[in-house]
Nanobody, 124 residues
Framework: QVQLVESGGGLVQAGGSLRLSCAAS????????MAWYRQAPGKQRELVAV???????NYADSVNGRFIISRDNAKQTVYLQMNRLRPEDTAVYYCNADVTYRNFDGARPRRDYWGQGTHVTVSS
């Protein structure tokens, strides 16, 4: 009933910038926390940045000061502006959203949703 679709990944040289987007769609009532995670080859998925419905943000130490998470609640979209990229930022980036949705029986359950992932490769 809910989909998250990411875009904006690609190949960039070290020091460059990319902007990721993740748009939510479906039978959405509300979206609470939205976040970006990443998973590098051979490593566990890690939290990159999180933003509350009210706009409060938190970042992993490794990206603090370089990445900016933001959201447009009207568009049900979360963004990740990535600046001064480093080779160690290479990973698949996933968006995550805490969504309350309308079920077909009238209920309004709440659960986490994940996007399909978008590849970011930073060359040295």
């Amino acid at each position: 009933q809910v989909q998250l679709v990411e875009s904006g990944g690609g190949l960039v040289q070290a020091g460059g910038s990319l902007r990721l987007s993740c748009a939510a769609s479906g039978r959405i009532v509300s979206i609470d926390t939205m976040a970006w995670y990443r998973q590098a080859p051979g490593k566990q998925r890690e939290l990159v940045a999180v933003i509350s419905a009210g706009g409060s943000t938190n970042y992993a130490d490794s990206v603090n000061g370089r990445f900016i998470i933001s959201r447009d609640n009207a568009k049900q979209t979360v963004y990740l502006q990535m600046n001064r990229l480093r080779p160690e930022d290479t990973a698949v980036y996933y968006c995550n959203a805490d969504v309350t949705y309308r079920n077909f029986d009238g209920a309004r359950p709440r659960r986490d949703y994940w996007g399909q992932g978008t590849h970011v490769t930073v060359s040295s």
